[in-house]
C-alpha cells in the first residue's frame, strides 16, 4: 500500500529490516547456514544482547528444531565458533557491555577548559 515519502528517521529503519530480510532469503534458498547465522546477528534485540557465539548457538538450535521442513539445509550445519588465539603477553582490557558506560571512565580525569584556566 503505497504510503508516500517517509520521514528520514524512519526511512533510515528501512535497510537493516531489509537486510535481515535478504538474509534470510537467501539462506533459504541456497540452504547456507552461515546466512542464518549473520540475519540473527544483524536482528537488534539479539544483535545487542547475544555474544555471537551465543547467536550461532541459537541459529544452530533453531535449525536443528526445523530441520524436517528445511531440506536445504540437510547435511549442512553451523561452522563452528572461531577460534581466536591470544598471545600469554596481552593484557586483556575490561570492556562495559554499553560503550556510553565507558566515557567517564576514560574521560571523566579530563578538565574542563574553563578548568584548566583555573576557572570553577
Known sequence: MP???????????????????????????DGDPAAVVQG???VPVPGAVLTLRE?????????EAQREWLPQFESR???PTPVISIPDDVEPAEV????ALSMPQRF?????????????
Open 3 to 29: 504510503v508516500g515519502e517517509l520521514p528520514d528517521r524512519c526511512a533510515a529503519l528501512d535497510p537493516t529490516n531489509i537486510n535481515v530480510q535478504r538474509l534470510a532469503v537467501s539462506a533459504d534458498l
Open 40 to 42: 540473527r546477528a544483524l
Open 96 to 99: 562495559p557491555v554499553y560503550p
Open 108 to 120: 571523566g580525569d579530563v578538565l574542563s577548559p574553563r578548568e584548566a584556566d583555573g576557572e570553577s
Open 55 to 63: 547467536i550461532r548457538e541459537m541459529a544452530g538450535e533453531m535449525l
Open 77 to 79: 550445519s553451523i561452522a
